[in-house]
């Protein structure tokens, strides 16, 4: 095949220290020229000092005793942890021969920060790149893509409306070059958490507490970051995993339909690739607590603090931090902390998976519907953060819970080609391992190639 650029391992993207000292810091250099392609080499949780970027949520904001742990995507090249798996997926396709470089164009089916890192990896090695996405999403996704040298393929519809994309982009099947970066479907997704974003969690809480993982929160969406849950419960067994949708859009929840403006997440649909033996509870959270949640963060954090952390910046020092679905898994993590009556030693870790740089968009649109709300501080603080009603957290751990989403997983992934055999093989935690396994052999391929590379100049 054609030399592309190459790029790191999953080990190498877990701990960046254990890259040869010369790429290391080349990608270290690289930071202020993002289309570098050494910023392949800084696609990882952890910052120049080697420690997992997170910020530890302050009580006067969470109300509850337990360390909340927010992990932060938006130092990630592109500005999202969502660059992870669109490169391994690429990554992996170019070791297998699925992408060739100089003859393929690849497709990324998304709401966003999936393409948009689609978009970003695919120009740093050098494919063109269409992105299929609703129309409905933040013009910031679109910007960035753009910017990234993408194209843009419009779906109808909006976040809920994945399914629209999912057709759409079985068209491009058509023809042999087009190779489709499938969030939703490829193991690719589901290894990169499970590795890099689950032992990075498992580090992070050693700082805190007594040290481990009471449990582990994220917004469904492509289902991979929940990943990191089946890796959490490799080392503690009692961990709990709690999914989050929106209660516009209570598809795990109840098999619900509606539309929602949590962009990244409530898809319709249990992905190929939700291990759902590991998911403990589905949680919902109304989609404008959200937005209300980063409002009051992004813009009215001098006087929450006046109201909840006087003489302090404890709020104003997360502004930038967040976007939308951070703000989800925020207010999810804070009531299933109340909900298990965890105390000062127990660490819930989540993540940001972007920030707030591609949202001002969504306040606009806030503002619009509500007008200001300087004046209603606290109210919006106590919706937001405080009232959650106790009926929206199922506990999905029963056996009749796991048939329902066995079988609504069935009906969505048959009527894309996926057999009966295949998907029932996904009903074994012996499947979810053995493709966790592969990590290995696919890292030491790349090495190979990299090796190869390297000689070829």
Known sequence: MTASVGGPTYNEMLDPASLPGAIERAGRASWADELNAANLYNITWRGGDGQVRHVCLPRELTGVDANIIVMLGKHFPSGSHKVGPAYSTLMEGELSGEIEPGASRIIGPSTGNFGIGVAYVARLKGYPATVVMPEGMSRERYERIRRYGGELDLTPGSESDVILVLERTETYKTDRNNKILAQFELLPNYRFHRFVTGRSALSV?????????????????????LAAGDEIKQVFVDATVCVLEPKECSTLFNNGRGTHRIEGIGDKMVTLIHNVLTTDYVMLVHDDHCVIGLDLIERQAKRLEQLIAPGTRKISELTGL?????????????????????SREHNI?????????????????LKARYGSLESRTRECFESAFRNAPANEILDVRPREQKQRLFSYKYDVWSRFGYTASYLQAMQSQTFWDTEYSKIRSIDESLLALRRGLQNAC
């Open 322 to 342: 967040f976007g939308i679905s951070g703000i989800c898994n925020i207010l999810g993590s804070i009531r299933l902390a109340r909900h298990l009556g965890l």
């Open 205 to 225: 809480a050693q700082r805190y507490g007594d040290g481990r993982v009471a449990a582990f929160v994220s917004a469904a969406g492509s289902a991979g970051t």
């Open 349 to 365: 870790v989540t993540v940001a998976t972007d920030g707030f740089d591609r949202y001002p968009s969504v306040l606009e649109d």
